[in-house]
């Protein structure tokens, strides 16, 4: 359920997002690039309110960046000839089981981007917030022309974490996996 909201390239993402790429902590360089804060966002394709709404979104970023698009040249290039930020992961990641039936978009940032829980509250745990958790994102679009790259990107404003998820990276907790064991298990006595 995407918020409508008054600025045209923002967006809220539905509750089903799920986050991928989880790097909202400390910014890190990717490419010799500048350091950054990024996250993959992994939109269910039956969230047609949030894909409407990215979609929107990226068509405002377009009109609203026409002259950064522009650049030297005579005319704006079509939205359909340049790079968009929302893609298939049916198409791009067909052997990834967590982008089956999902669209995703890549968000980064300059700055830390602000995490709460559901309840608003402000998350301080690291490990609370990981790869295959579930959640909102408020994101903005906007156009850039790099090194003749044009293209719309999205940037990364503040994470809602909703619920845990299965994580992504194969790694588990220790709670998890000592939580079957009792004392009565010890070896030592």
């Known amino acids: ?83 968009t930020p929302l893609r298939d992961g049916d198409v791009e990641r067909p052997d990834d089981e967590a982008y089956a039936n999902s669209y995703f978009l890549n968000a980064n940032a300059n700055n830390p981007p602000g995490i709460v829980d559901a309840n608003c509250k402000p998350i301080m745990e690291r490990s609370e917030v990981y790869s295959g958790c579930y959640g909102r994102a408020s994101i903005t679009f906007y156009a850039f022309n790099s090194n003749g790259n044009k293209g719309i990107a999205c940037g990364l404003n503040n994470l809602q ?19 079957d064991f009792d004392d009565e298990d010890d070896f030592l006595d």
Do not use: C, Q
Request: charged letters at 25%; zero cysteines.
């Open 1 to 83: 359920m995407a918020k409508k909201l008054k600025n045209p390239t923002k967006v809220i993402t539905g509750p089903e997002t799920r986050w991928s790429y989880v790097n909202v902590w400390e910014p890190k360089s990717l490419n010799n690039g500048p350091e950054r804060y990024s996250i993959s966002l992994i939109i269910p394709k039956t969230d047609k309110e949030t894909i409407d709404a990215v979609n929107a979104a990226t068509a405002a970023a377009h009109e609203n960046g026409a002259a950064k698009l522009r650049g030297n040249g005579r005319s704006v290039p079509p939205l359909s000839a340049i790079k």
């Open 161 to 179: 974490k909703l619920r845990n998820g299965e994580p992504l990276d194969g790694h588990t907790r220790a709670e998890d996996d000592f939580a």
